[in-house]
């Protein structure tokens, strides 16, 4: 990989962010549509909110399975 001079790294297909978030991610220049970058700075926020949406969707369950135990 050119950019991480053969080490391994981590991170995220730009193509397929794109197909969520195309505002995060910047295109080639020229005109090929080919995803070349992503704004990870942008993606913290995104990451947050999905992990609040997750925690009200466990507190829902935990909220459901006390109610059932109780039956």
Do not use: H
């Amino acid at each position: 990989n050119p950019f991480t001079g053969g080490k391994k790294s981590l991170g995220f297909i730009a193509e397929e962010v794109g197909k969520v978030f195309p505002e995060i991610v910047s295109y080639d220049k020229d005109g090929s549509g080919n995803a070349a970058a992503i704004d990870y700075d942008k993606l913290t926020s995104v990451l947050v909110e999905a992990v609040k949406e997750q925690q009200l969707q466990i507190e829902a369950l935990q909220r459901e399975v006390a109610q059932l135990k109780n039956e």
